[in-house]
């Protein structure tokens, strides 16, 4: 379970998604450089043709070879979701899955439009199927949202068989279909006019999305709502009542996960995702794509869950601390996810410390953004600050 976002404005994009995935299943966050064309590149569990790939930055859980999102060199941006259809993905065998699709069109594309091309043509070619949540041992089809400057893309499939839209102001996906008849390109065999949401699972419990989708749709869809980063780090700290803890806030006003059970009215069913023994959100990531090159890219990435993490300043695709790509320090965070779980009232314990170094470093980011020299050096030093944090809460 998942919550990606994209909301358009006049001069860049901005983009959003929180990866929502088993409670023990570490995530990492990995800079790629560019390869080069030739042979073939090994995915989950196909070998397929490599054309070669720009550089990326993507997060993944550990044992998979693609990203749940991740941003590349050309200002593309992908994050996926999972949906439940009427196509059985347990029936199917091994191909790609959305993983997978996700890190493929970053590698491969240089726009929004490109890369779902570049999707949708690997799907129709390859299919997808396989077991991509190897702890409770479940295969799954995906939606996705394609980002670049200029706009974006919400991809939904079943199996081969995919729709797609362009984004208006905003868009937010979750965890169920939900393009109905307005989309403007599918694939073969969806006769024009056809409401997508027949490919829609009628048995699956569509409260798990719909109660996000409450909290991120207005948020992206109202002009003025998301102005930035901050308010994008507020939203992918939502516990149900409100977006809450953007850098610079007071690091008192926080607000606790709800009952973390999934009980008949979804508790801890929100956008930073509490579920005990099932699913809580293993890594979140912010980007800004600007228009302008002569504007850096920039984005925020945070490892385990949003409320007890800290999204971590980084200059994709290459200049991003290597210690985010260590299962260790994922499990640092996960730690303080789980403390904050079991006594709700530690979250302000947490973010009194999390919350001013948060702020400072996002700060200093701003000061060294247009420098790549200074970008470099300050990056190399940003994980000792980090890691000092984390070992005075005890992790």
């Known amino acids: 379970m998942c919550d990606t976002v994209c909301v358009i404005g006049p001069d860049r994009v901005w983009f959003a998604k929180n990866s929502d995935r088993p409670v023990a299943e570490p995530q990492v966050v990995e800079a790629h450089a560019a390869r080069a ?38 200002r593309v941006a992908i994050g996926n979701e999972r949906v439940w259809t009427t196509r059985d993905a347990a029936a199917a065998e091994p191909a790609l899955i959305g993983m997978d699709l996700v890190r ?18 690997l799907l129709e070619t390859h299919g997808q199927g396989g077991i991509a949540d190897a702890i409770d041992d479940e295969a799954y089809y995906s939606s996705f949202l394609l980002a670049d400057p200029a706009g974006a893309w919400v991809l939904e499939t079943a199996g081969r068989t995919w729709a797609a839209r362009p984004v208006g102001t905003g868009a937010a996906i979750s ?17 024009e006019g056809t409401d997508f949401d027949r490919y829609r699972d009628p048995e699956a419990w569509a409260a798990i999305a719909d109660i996000r989708l409450a909290c991120t749709l207005p948020a ?34 926080v607000d606790p996960p709800p009952d973390p059970q999934l009980g008949p009215n979804a508790e801890g069913v929100t956008v930073c995702m509490h579920v005990r023994g099932y699913q809580a959100t293993a890594a979140s990531m912010i980007c800004e794509l600007p228009t302008g090159q002569d504007r850096p890219l920039r984005a925020w990435v945070a490892l385990g869950a949003p409320c007890a993490s800290v999204y971590v300043p980084v200059f994709p695709p290459a200049t991003v601390p290597d210690d985010l790509a ?33 702020s400072a470093l996002w700060m200093e980011a701003d000061e060294v953004a247009g420098d790549p020299t200074g970008r470099r050096r300050w990056t190399a030093e940003v994980f000792c600050r980090i890691d000092a944090a984390l070992a005075s809460l005890g992790v």
């Open 175 to 191: 965890n169920r279909i939900s393009l109905g008849t307005d989309w403007t390109r599918a694939s073969a065999d969806v006769p």
């Open 326 to 358: 260590r299962e260790a320090t994922w499990s640092r965070f996960a730690a303080l996810r789980d403390r904050v779980e079991a006594d709700p009232a530690a979250l302000g314990e947490v973010r009194a410390v999390l919350g001013p170094l948060e």
């Open 37 to 74: 064309s030739g042979g073939g590149v090994r995915t989950q569990y196909l070998v397929i043709d490599d054309p070669g790939a720009g550089a990326v930055l993507g997060s993944r859980p550990t044992w998979l070879w693609g990203f749940e999102h991740g941003v590349n060199e050309h």
């Open 220 to 253: 992206v869809t109202t002009p003025g709502a998301v102005g930035g980063p901050r308010e994008l780090a507020a939203l992918m700290r939502h516990h149900g009542r409100r977006p809450w803890g953007a850098p610079g806030t007071d690091p008192s006003d």
């Open 104 to 121: 493929l069109g970053l590698e491969r594309a240089r726009s929004a439009t490109e890369a779902l091309e570049v999707i949708t043509g």
